[in-house]
């Protein structure tokens, strides 16, 4: 029994840091970014790298965050920034560009499943059970990140600006505020999350091009239940990311990995407001 919620809460970590990048961007530039997944691999490649250069595991963390943003400002930049008054095409242009993305991985790293080297290996016991220590980190850095990004959205000029973008766009460039700006820094702070978060599950399986796919899928459902809320977000993780572990460990794990997908689905037909006004 003790495994098991320890499950739900190491779950309910991972899915909380692979969706906070892709909720920042969806409050602020009203757009799913479905590239999402693609800036999970980019993680998972980053953390390859840092393996095959001999360096510190732990650097990967740095080094995905890195990569991850410098591409998030490339990007922005050339593709998402003309197609600001364009959501749906912007939608589009995303997804295809995930796709690209994952193609030039291919090219530079071959198709085959490769591993990362793990920062920690081994278990500890833990409230009466042995249990990887490396998914208790992961909840540790879940609730460093969450902690990180509530500090800067309540008390920053630049969590300022950017609650103010979400609340009203028009209003808010009225007063001053560099919309422009505050989109540039969102996406970019939503693609290095994303990369940080694939650098943080690679070593818990493997690394391939279509690595991010299924957790852009998980994330997105996730998103659509919370709204901007990190709360929502939080709750929404532990929720259906528990019945995810619940679903795969007494039921079937083919039918936990649609769990999150189809939860969602019921929950946003019975609350179209998701989880924003519980």
């Known amino acids: 029994m003790t495994e098991t919620l320890l499950d739900i809460l190491t779950s309910a ?12 961007v969806f409050g602020v530039m009203k757009i799913i970014n479905f590239s999402h997944g693609a800036f999970i691999t980019i993680g998972g490649y980053s953390a390859l790298a840092v393996t095959r250069l001999g360096w510190n595991p732990w650097l990967s963390l740095l080094f995905a965050t890195i990569v991850g943003m410098a591409c998030g400002l490339i990007i922005e930049k050339l593709v998402v920034k003309p197609l600001y008054s364009r959501p749906l095409d912007a ?8 796709i690209i993305i994952g193609q030039v991985i291919t090219i530079i790293f071959g ?19 042995s249990y990887s220590s490396y998914r208790l980190v992961l909840v540790v850095a879940a609730t460093v990140i969450g902690v990180s990004l509530a500090m800067i959205l309540q008390g920053t000029r630049l969590g300022l600006m950017t609650r103010a973008v979400i609340m009203n766009e028009a209003l808010a460039e009225a007063l001053g505020i560099n919309s422009t700006l505050v989109r540039l820094v969102t996406f970019s702070l939503g693609a290095a999350l994303a ?9 818990l399986s493997s690394v391939d091009p279509n690595m991010g796919v299924p957790w852009l899928v998980n994330a997105f459902m996730l998103v659509l239940v919370s709204g901007v809320s990190f709360v929502s977000l939080l709750l ?12 795969s460990t007494f039921i079937s794990p083919v039918l936990g990995g649609l769990t999150i997908v189809v939860l969602a689905a019921v929950l946003l037909r019975i609350r179209p407001q998701g989880l924003s006004r519980a």
Request: proline share 3%.
């Open 13 to 24: 970590a991972i899915l909380y840091v692979v969706a906070a990048g892709l909720m920042i």
């Open 195 to 203: 990369s940080m978060a694939g650098a943080l599950i690679t070593p």
């Open 236 to 247: 929404a993780a532990i929720l259906l990311g528990g019945a995810q572990v619940l679903v």
């Open 111 to 129: 198709r085959e499943v490769q591993f990362v080297q793990s920062p920690m290996s081994g278990s500890i016991d833990f409230l009466g059970a």
């Open 91 to 98: 939608i589009l242009a995303t997804w295809g560009l995930g």
